[in-house]
């Protein structure tokens, strides 16, 4: 109607987990399509959303790092290209994520790291953040990442920090 699909209650089993979301495509302006949906995502996996999503890799690309689930609840909104998918530097949104049963493994960064620091944990590769909770915000193609605590070897640590789909980067 109006040029837009509308989509309400939408309910899926996918990537081993449920999503519950509404949202719209709107057409009304064909120079410039666009989208907002709500996504309420509960214990997806996180292979198989960097896998599948595009936008989520291109978005979070620590995703290739991560096993285990997620839970997230967001709002979502861009333009959409002539494709019809989401113009990466267009997206806004807002939202929450929750770890659960996930781990780091393999970061090249965080190795060097635990070797120079002599910490066991982090020079393995592997770093365990199951029960991670934090707020995240996209605006124009950059994430920033609200603060979260986290403790490693019994070394607390307090994480933020923004990157953009250009590969910028700031922990």
Do not use: C
């Amino acid at each position: 109607q109006n040029e837009a699909v509308v989509i309400e209650n939408g309910s899926s089993r996918l990537l081993g987990g449920r999503a519950d979301f509404a949202g719209a495509y709107d057409t009304s302006d064909p120079a410039e399509p666009g989208f907002r949906f709500h996504y309420d995502l509960q214990t997806l996996d996180f292979g198989q959303a960097f896998e599948v999503l595009n936008s989520f890799a291109a978005l979070a690309p620590i995703g290739k790092f991560l096993q285990g689930s997620f839970s997230s609840d967001l709002i979502l909104e861009g333009t959409l290209g002539k494709d019809f998918y989401p113009v990466l530097s267009s997206i806004d949104a807002k939202g929450f994520l929750a770890t659960a049963n996930a781990q780091l493994a393999q970061i090249g960064p965080l190795q060097k790291i635990g070797q120079a620091l002599d910490v066991r944990e982090l020079s393995a590769g592997n770093v365990n953040i199951s029960s991670v909770q934090t707020w995240f915000e996209v605006e124009d193609g950059k994430v920033e990442v609200k603060p979260f605590d986290l403790t490693v070897a019994g070394i607390p640590m307090n994480i933020k920090g923004s990157h953009g789909i250009d590969a910028a980067m700031d922990y």
